[in-house]
């Protein structure tokens, strides 16, 4: 079932060692068929180096596992709420990658202050507040996606300009049209935290980017105006 899902989705959880996002087995990428209404995602706590596709896990919206040897994983009604609260995405990402993650344990959202921010994503990159005790009692991974999902919607924030978040005291998630798209997201997202926390040490007065630079490095990259890289 979904065997070229199955393959698409290991490769892309392989590029999250690849590209240092994540240390032992802190991370998981999911894939989605929206036409089945079924997803993809990474076995919970299995070593990367011992991972085939095969392991792959096959899981409904629901959070049911439809197929697979082992169990999905933790993350998975996370991913579950982002797909459902999400029409747009193909493809979520979670890691505990180190820059990332530092912004989102000191509860902040990443400034955009620079052109290599702004070609990704478009505006700060938010940091959600963390769980009460009554919704991590209520349902960890679940409230999480939820918390995500209404986040977004009550601040008419564009999930597809805006790809990435942080969990407060967590860690990141991002997302795209696929789930290569949102690996690379992934590693963006740890490359712009890095950048933007030399940038506060060189400089801790610096302000963001201005909008206008903002505005043209976003949307020549983006939308229907677009003229960066091939037609093709």
């Known amino acids: 079932m979904l065997e070229e899902l199955k393959k698409e989705v290991y490769e892309a959880n392989m590029l999250l060692p690849k590209y240092g996002?994540?240390?032992?087995?802190?991370?998981?990428?999911?894939?989605?068929?929206?036409?089945?209404?079924?997803?993809?995602?990474?076995?919970?706590?299995?070593?990367?180096?011992?991972?085939?596709?095969e392991d792959m896990v096959v899981v409904d919206l629901e959070g049911n596992k439809v197929e697979g040897t082992y169990k999905p994983s933790s993350d998975t009604p996370t991913h579950v709420e982002i797909y459902?609260?999400?029409?747009?995405v193909g493809g979520v990402v979670h890691t505990h990658s180190s820059w990332?993650?530092?912004?989102?344990?000191?509860?902040?959202?990443i400034p955009c202050y620079g052109t290599t921010h702004a070609d990704y994503m478009?505006?700060?990159?938010?940091?959600?507040?963390?769980l009460?005790?009554?919704?991590?009692?209520?349902?960890?991974?679940?409230?999480t996606g939820v918390l995500i999902v209404n986040y977004f919607k009550e601040n008419e924030i564009d999930v597809v300009a805006m790809p990435a978040v942080l969990c407060k005291n967590?860690?990141?998630?991002?997302?795209?049209?696929?789930?290569?798209?949102a690996v690379h997201n992934a590693v963006v997202l740890d490359e712009v935290a890095k950048m933007a926390a030399r940038c506060e040490m060189i400089n801790p007065k610096n302000?963001?980017?201005?909008?206008?630079?903002?505005?043209?490095?976003y949307f020549r990259k983006h939308g229907a105006n677009a003229y960066y890289g091939q037609n093709t």
């Not at 478009?122 to 963390?130: F, H, K, M, Q, S």
Request: hydrophobic share 30%; glycine share 12%; net charge negative.
């Open 21 to 53: 996002l994540v240390t032992f087995t802190w991370g998981n990428v999911s894939g989605i068929d929206r036409d089945k209404g079924l997803f993809v995602i990474k076995p919970s706590g299995v070593d990367y180096d011992k991972l085939t596709w």
């Open 84 to 88: 459902k609260g999400f029409p747009e």
């Open 100 to 109: 990332a993650t530092s912004w989102a344990q000191a509860g902040r959202g």
């Open 122 to 130: 478009y505006g700060e990159i938010p940091c959600v507040r963390n």
């Open 132 to 143: 009460t005790k009554e919704e991590i009692d209520a349902g960890y991974e679940v409230n």
């Open 170 to 181: 967590h860690g990141p998630f991002t997302w795209g049209k696929d789930a290569h798209e």
């Open 207 to 217: 302000k963001p980017a201005p909008q206008e630079l903002q505005d043209k490095h």
